[in-house]
């Protein structure tokens, strides 16, 4: 069975709907790119499926052992975070918080969960220095190890590479392939088709009424076409 | 000088009221790093504004607790506040604007009508600035406030890790599961707790200074969340304890004195924070 089945699903706001008819499957160990121009409804479909937004129409079914809360999520960046005082460490160890669930304090375990995943991102080196000294890629390797703690299996990345510069942008990819060829699968939001083509196994083009497909249906399709050109 | 201050301790009231001025410094500072990166510091004043209305009302009815009746409509103005910030007809910077400058005419027009009181603009002064002599404070106000302080801290400390989590990133706390929603309620219920029992001590116009000084003071110097909550902890139970010292000897009035120490510790962390830095 499918990781995330998403069937006839319409998302928007209030009874404001942005897409319509959105059908796709995600399968264990693919990594889905989710493409489209700015308010195609791509965040709002992000919030659809973590669970923070209803569906407006249709439904969005998870499969093969995935619960809810097991969904590693990178959000874009907030204002609120550029000046934070937190260290890394600290910050990678609030992906534990569905698992400590109402326990004031994290144990032992999700404490050697952190660093591995601290060490999985090669960020350790820095575990006790503040995060709002980190360059803007460090800063996203972090909330990728936090994003880690949260779920081994599907992480959701919002525009992982927004606002880097490109050689931590192609650090960025290079990371995300790695978790995926370790069998993580990934949803990623993205500007950036040609990014996506290289690296995903099936594309989502966000639109009003979206279309689902594999790499190379898309790049041979006339939309990925017209698509690529541009970009 | 010294002496004076020598003769002052000497009476157990004095003692109290320093344990309880110690206190309330203590736990608005805990709650004040959250204020200020979640951008709530506006909601703090807004509330102190509200308590001072509700005050009023209070002591126009002549309640001999005032706290019973403050302390509810304090937390319901927070919660309503709140809510207010998340569904947006009215923004929400534009709602506490006029739910605290109604609350502060309000509280004025009917003291000024119903005061039974001969000394009026001294009850209006108390209750904006704070006591004039921190040896106003009944013993009843010590025992609750110490209680109340208590409480707040242990609330803090229990949830400590889900407040940090939730004021670093709520998106992120929502889609793992944990309910955003409701420890943001708790935030702004302790939130008004602490105005409510730090009024007594610097009054309802001065509350903020308490809450948000010693948090950006840390912030200047440390980088974990960890070290700049105990910083600012430190800072403010010492601040609070040098002001008072300081307003029994020179005879200020101590919820300004309180303010004044704090604003130079900012100064002084400032400073660090930029050579530090270099």
């Not at chain 2, 106003?136 to 803090?156: C, G, K, P, R």
């Not at chain 2, 430190?234 to 120490?261: H, Q």
Request: glycine fraction near 8%; aromatic fraction near 8%; hydrophobic fraction near 50%.
């Amino acid at each position: 069975m499918a990781l995330i089945t998403v069937s006839g699903l319409s998302v928007g706001y209030d009874s404001n709907v942005i897409a319509n008819d959105i059908d796709f499957e995600v399968n264990k160990g693919d990594y889905l790119a989710v493409v489209g121009e700015n308010g195609s409804g791509k965040s709002t479909l992000m919030k659809t499926l973590l669970g923070l937004q209803h569906p407006l129409k249709g439904k969005v079914t998870l499969g093969d052992g995935l619960k809810k809360n097991e969904i590693g999520y990178l959000p874009q960046q907030t204002l609120v975070q550029k000046d934070f005082p937190a260290s890394v460490r600290e910050i990678v160890l609030s992906g534990c918080q569905s698992r400590a669930g109402l326990r004031p304090f994290y144990n032992a375990a999700e404490k050697k969960l952190a660093q591995e995943n601290m060490e999985r991102m090669n960020v350790e080196g820095f575990a006790g220095k503040c995060y709002r000294q980190l360059s803007g890629g460090q800063q996203q390797r972090v909330l990728l190890a936090r994003a880690l703690c949260a779920s081994r299996s599907l992480l959701l990345l919002d525009e992982p590479v927004s606002g880097l510069d490109p050689k931590a942008t192609a650090d960025m990819y290079d990371a995300i392939k790695r978790l995926n060829d370790e069998g993580v699968t990934i949803i990623m939001i993205s500007h950036d088709v040609s990014a996506a083509l290289r690296f995903a196994t099936h594309i989502l083009h966000m639109r009003n009424t979206p279309v689902f497909m594999t790499k190379d249906e898309y790049k041979n399709s006339d939309l990925g076409k017209c698509y690529l050109s541009v970009g | 000088m010294s002496g004076s201050i020598a003769t002052y301790l000497e009476y157990p009231f004095v003692r109290y009221a320093l344990i309880v001025g110690m206190l309330i410094a203590l736990c608005s500072s805990l709650f004040g790093v959250t204020l200020v990166l979640k951008r709530f510091s506006f909601i703090g004043d807004g509330l102190s504004h509200v308590a001072f209305g509700a005050m009023a009302v209070a002591s126009v009815v002549n309640l001999t607790n005032q706290m019973i009746l403050v302390l509810p409509i304090t937390v319901g103005c927070a919660i309503l506040m709140l809510r207010a910030g998340q569904n947006s007809r009215i923004r929400g910077d534009a709602m506490v604007a006029m739910v605290s400058v109604g609350a502060l005419a309000f509280g004025y027009l009917i003291m000024n009508l119903f005061s039974t009181s001969t000394n009026l603009s001294g009850d209006v002064c108390t209750t904006l600035f704070g006591s004039t002599s921190i040896l106003t404070l009944t013993e009843q106000d010590v025992l609750l406030s110490a209680i109340l302080s208590l409480a707040v801290v242990a609330v803090f400390i229990i949830f400590y890790n889900k407040i940090f989590a939730v004021t670093f990133d709520e998106s992120f706390s929502k889609a793992t599961g944990t309910n955003a929603g409701a420890y943001n309620l708790l935030i702004a219920v302790v939130i008004s707790v602490v105005i409510v029992v730090a009024m007594q001590l610097v009054g309802s116009l001065l509350i903020s200074a308490l809450v948000v000084f010693p948090a950006l003071s840390a912030m200047r110097i440390f980088g974990s969340f960890k070290k700049v909550t105990v910083f600012s902890a430190v800072l403010s139970v010492s601040c609070a304890f040098a002001g008072m010292i300081i307003s029994m000897a020179a005879g200020t009035p101590v919820g300004a004195t309180i303010v004044m120490v704090d604003i130079a510790a900012f100064f002084i962390c400032f400073i660090i924070g930029v050579v530090g830095r270099r």
